[in-house]
T-cell receptor, first 112, second 117 residues
Framework: GQQVMQIPQYQHVQEGEDFTTYCNSS?????IQWYKQRPGGHPVFLIQ?????EVKKQKRLTFQFGEAKKNSSLHITATQTTDVGTYFC????????????FGQGTILTVHP | KAGVTQTPRYLIKTRGQQVTLSCSPI?????VSWYQQTPGQGLQFLFE???????NKGNFPGRFSGRQFSNSRSEMNVSTLELGDSALYLC????????????????FGPGTRLTVL
């Protein structure tokens, strides 16, 4: 099946510091989605990337899709305590066409 | 619009029993997917239904099954429960795939927390 590696597994930052999580696939992707799950909550969709080299921004969040469509990143500028949670990438394409394969997630802790 | 609802929210069963979980998607959503979430394995895809047909299936044993009704509501069943089936079971609904057969944004429900003793 499709392999996806998401790093780091954990990240602790001081409020105001930046944060980046990376998602790497063993196969070329058709699209990639990013989700956030707050502690005790359920995953909430953040964004979908489809085009090679695509960059999208949502306020302090910047999402990138690699040129080869095999990797993606989520960068948060000047983290806030409200950013706490687990960030997942979800892949479609390759051998999992039509279904999503989730990365293991990066658990972000923000210290005030 | 009301969000995705799942019932029950919490469930405690013993090994060998079976369980049925229910999911009501967002009105107008015809695709329903089920995921198992555990601390060790993360979010794992179980299956996806569209118009009462299972379109995709994950790598789970046959003890895990599901179905979808004509009103898009879905149920999943786990028979002969094992301790390792303890998990948060999440249901997600979405509009149909894009014309390139890519999954659209998934709207997750709050989940059913299953504990197997």
């Amino acid at each position: 099946g499709q392999q996806v590696m998401q790093i780091p597994q954990y990240q602790h930052v001081q409020e105001g510091e930046d944060f980046t999580t990376y998602c790497n696939s063993s196969t070329t992707l058709s699209n990639i989605q990013w989700y956030k799950q707050r502690p005790g909550g359920h995953p909430v969709f953040l964004i979908q990337l489809v085009k090679s080299g695509e960059v999208k921004k949502q306020k302090r969040l910047t999402f990138q899709f690699g040129e080869a469509k095999k990797n993606s990143s989520l960068h948060i500028t000047a983290t806030q305590t409200t950013d706490v949670g687990t960030y997942f990438c979800a892949l479609a394409g390759g051998t999992s066409y039509g279904k999503l394969t989730f990365g293991q997630g990066t658990i972000l802790t923000v210290h005030p | 619009k009301a969000g995705v609802t799942q019932t029950p929210r919490y469930l405690i069963k013993t090994r060998g029993q079976q369980v049925t979980l229910s999911c009501s998607p967002i009105s107008g959503h015809r695709s329903v997917s089920w995921y198992q979430q555990t601390p060790g394995q993360g979010l794992q895809f179980l299956f996806e239904y569209f118009s009462e047909t299972q379109r995709n299936k994950g790598n789970f044993p046959g003890r895990f099954s599901g179905r979808q009704f004509s009103n898009s509501r879905s149920e999943m069943n786990v028979s002969t429960l094992e301790l390792g089936d303890s998990a948060l079971y999440l249901c997600a609904s979405s509009t149909t795939m894009t014309r390139d057969w890519l999954p659209n944004e998934q709207f997750f429900g709050p989940g059913t927390r299953l504990t197997v003793l």
